[in-house]
């Protein structure tokens, strides 16, 4: 059985605009418990029962982490390892983790969101950004353009806030009530001062820090001066201060046109042999290719993904440096993918997900003879280690041709280089 999704979402060279913020109005949309409410959405049986979704801690690993779990249980962390998540709730469910799910559903919400802005930046599934400076002729109030996001994201129970800055929104929808939104504007000194550290979006290693030197409240960052901060911490010191000032100068970065073309098959019977997932996937690769090239585009970047027998997910992104439009030099680089990380368990469904697109790279043929056959030499050993994947052809360099010891007169270096 063949499955197909194809969605618009930016081409390669295209241009960005970034939208400086500090004189927007940025609405947050939280959809806290997002992995289990999308599990909840597709099983409603789960609702009121105590469940944890876990995943795989990498392919080649039996350990689970934390992903998500039903807003009634207390003392867990995204990445807290299961036996610790157990030793809290040893009688909770356990549902693996099924992204590619979780993705498609993030997206739709955000195509709904686009309906009612067109500026909507989506980071982790969970969290949305959305400009509401402008719509004044479409919504003649925030309530009108609250209720417009909230009819959108319903089955979600979202938090949402409204500021002049994405660290104030984001803060205002963490301090809203479920299905409520909580609208700041003043002065964000007073609103910031007792907020835990905890709440700034910067780096684990800062934080841990900031603990050290005993500084737990955003209040004791403001009353400092911004040079201490950043003798302390580098760059990250002027953000951390500027943040405990309300001041965030993060752009909105809202999703641009780009086509998002998705494949799947589900395998007439469940297998682990990996000739039959490369052949899978190179049937649907067949398909999809062919209609990329007759554009005048390659494969920039696709994602390969699998759905085990019991619903566990792999998946690995595989980039190209140049727009790949030859199917066997593809399948090469899929078949490494797959030897490199091996399967979590028996396979059922092989997908390919096309993420951007690229146009080839225009190459002029030299005019002399010579130097063509290096080129075309060139090329085959480029091959060469694609198929192989390392590098197999050699040249000797000049290192330091005055030494006295011979090994280090010369190197050995790849041609490709």
């Known amino acids: 059985m063949v499955n197909k999704q194809k969605r618009v979402q930016g081409i390669d060279n295209r241009t960005f605009v970034l939208y400086n913020i500090a ?15 999308c599990e909840a959405r597709r099983n409603p049986a789960l609702e009121g029962r105590a469940a944890i979704v876990i995943q795989s801690k990498d392919p080649a690993s039996s350990q689970k982490l934390v992903v998500d779990w039903s807003p009634e249980l207390e003392g867990l962390t995204r990445d807290m390892p299961l036996q610790q998540a157990l030793a809290r709730h040893d009688s909770a469910d356990l549902i693996p983790a099924d992204l590619p799910y979780y993705r498609s559903v993030f997206k739709e919400i955000l ?17 949305v950004y959305v400009g509401a400076d402008g719509l004044h002729l479409i919504y003649p109030n925030d309530a009108a353009l609250i209720n417009a996001a909230r009819d959108v994201t319903a089955d979600f129970t979202p938090q949402m ?33 007792d907020l835990p550290c905890d709440v700034l979006p910067v780096s684990v290693k800062s934080k841990g820090k900031l603990r050290d030197f005993g500084i737990r409240r955003l209040g004791q960052i403001a009353a400092m001066l911004p040079g201490p901060m950043q003798s302390q911490f580098g760059l990250e010191g002027k953000r951390i201060w500027e943040l405990a000032q309300g001041i965030d100068n993060t752009p909105l970065l809202p999703r641009f046109m780009e086509e998002v073309i998705e494949e799947s098959a589900t395998l007439p019977s469940i297998t682990v042999s990996m000739d039959a997932i490369v052949t899978s996937a190179e049937a649907i690769l067949l398909r999809i290719l062919p209609d990329i090239i007759r554009r005048g585009f390659g494969i920039r970047n696709l994602t390969l993904w699998t759905r085990t027998w019991n619903t566990e997910n792999w998946e690995r992104e595989i980039n190209f440096r140049e727009p790949a439009m030859d199917v066997k030099g593809i399948v090469v680089r899929l078949k490494r993918a797959l030897e490199d990380y091996p399967q979590p368990g028996p396979v059922e469904q092989v997908g390919l997900r096309v993420n951007r697109l690229g146009y080839p790279l225009g190459r002029q043929r030299n005019l002399f003879a010579d130097m063509r056959a290096q080129e075309h030499l060139a090329d085959d050993i480029k091959q060469l280690e694609l198929k192989l994947g390392n590098p197999q052809i050699y040249k000797v360099k000049e290192v330091e041709p005055w030494s006295r010891i011979p090994e280090r007169r010369y190197a050995l270096t790849p041609t490709s280089r």
């Open 111 to 127: 195509d709904g969101l686009e309906q009612v802005s067109p500026l909507v930046e989506g980071g982790d599934p969970g969290c």
């Open 23 to 37: 004189a927007m109005k940025i609405l947050c949309v939280l959809l806290p418990h997002f992995a289990w409410r």
């Open 161 to 193: 806030g409204i500021a002049g800055n994405k660290f104030l929104a984001a803060l205002a929808a963490q301090q809203s009530q479920p299905d409520d939104c909580k609208i700041f504007w003043g002065d964000a000194a007073s609103f910031l001062k």
